[in-house]
């Protein structure tokens, strides 16, 4: 009980430091050995696709999203860099557990905003400024996810920028196809990477 106390007060001082300095913080997660404080993102989208989803269809959206997260370690995980691979992919389990906070914020707010104002919104003035509150908040998310994404890429692999940037055109060009075939077969409508 105490330990887990201990990594829930740890994966909450990284996600405060992820906000206000992602670079340090990053750094600093990518350096560490225990996976504990990882636990806490993990439980997250578990209850996350319990509350948005029926039995038949969170089975799905979770094996999907658990697909993705271990098919995008095993794809950057084949990428050279320092150290030995079972330092890489322990760093990239850390440091890419970790870029799923925004993408978790996005999704719960994105559940508390359908139940205080569900659709259809109004063309209203009310309406129309939810729209652009909502349109500039998730581009900050996003933003601040790829920022995650790139330092990730950079600490986990040892990488610089055109290298960190060759292997995410990669990464997009094989996850892209993989992303519309879960949409079309409705598992995923979102990608939950």
Known sequence: M???????????????????TPYATMRKISTEKEL???????IA????????NSVRFWINGLLGAFGL??????FFSLFPSSGMQKEKILRLIKTW????VPTLIWFY????????LPPPRTTSLLGQAFSIFYIAFSGSLFIWKL???????RFSLRAHLYRVIYYLLLYFALSI???????????SRVPFV
Do not use: A, M, N
């Open 36 to 42: 504990k404080d990882c636990i806490w993102i993990g």
């Open 109 to 116: 707010s994105t559940l508390l905003f359908y139940f205080l």
């Open 177 to 187: 196809p993989l992303w519309l075939i879960l949409y079309s077969r409705g598992i």
């Open 45 to 52: 989208t578990v209850i996350y696709f319990l509350i948005t």
């Open 147 to 153: 920022i995650l994404v790139y330092l990730s890429i």
């Open 2 to 20: 105490v330990s887990d106390t201990v990594s829930f007060i740890i994966f909450f001082r990284r996600f405060i430091g992820l906000i206000f």
């Open 69 to 74: 997260y271990v098919g995008s370690i095993l």
């Open 97 to 100: 557990s970790y870029t799923l």
